[in-house]
């Protein structure tokens, strides 16, 4: 699946998206942060706090308990400041 | 006119036209008795700051600003509803945002516009780093308590 990351989130990381292999035991978005944050210091960075990072699957606002299964796309982001 | 209006919702790096927008929504017709028109522009804080920079998320910015508007549609007798956001670099003074509501009476059209931005503030996928007046990319905004709390006022819209 392709998980994109936007803003500061982006930076931290330090690439606009990636694909990726979900592992097993990844079931639920907050799984996925958990997962991600422990790959490298840029995702670490970019997720040491979990509950502040938003998240969209296939372009539709989720929260940390929904699903990941099956997702075409997953987006992390700081909360918005557009308007 | 009869059944629901279909919102113009555009996301684009181009300046708009607020007074162009407003005759698109309203040229022709007899129908509309009230129009109001919300724009945001890029302020400079006192001079601290030489532009904004609004990175968003294609594709979702239009799809989370159409469903928006489309809740104003269902909730509102409106006659016409435009919303326009822009990205990209914006200078001090510019537009950045367009909420256009038109209807019969007055109070739908305050209301549905003031809804759109509250939604639009918090759930539309956009991101305003600023840059500072000696040229370089300083922060990313942060999200305010104050815009949260505001898209709390309309509670019975509940998304999804």
Known sequence: ?83 | MGGAIVPDVRIQAEDFDLAAEVSRLTDGRSDVGAVVTFAGLCRDEDGRLSALELEHYPGMAEAEITRIANEAVARWPLKGLTAIHRYGRILPGDNIVLVIAASSHRQAAFEAASFLMDFLKTRAPFWKREHGADGTAGNWVEATEADEKSSHRWSDFTQR
């Open chain 1, 1 to 83: 699946m392709k998980l994109k990351y936007f803003a500061w989130v982006r930076e931290r990381i330090g690439k606009a998206e990636e694909d990726i292999d979900l592992p097993e035991g990844v079931v639920s978005v907050r799984d996925l942060l958990v997962w991600l944050r422990a790959r490298d210091d840029g995702y670490s960075e970019a997720l040491r706090h979990p509950e502040a990072i938003r998240v969209a699957i296939n372009q539709t606002h989720v929260d940390h308990r929904e699903p990941v299964a099956g997702a075409r796309e997953i987006a992390l982001f700081p909360p918005m400041t557009g308007g």
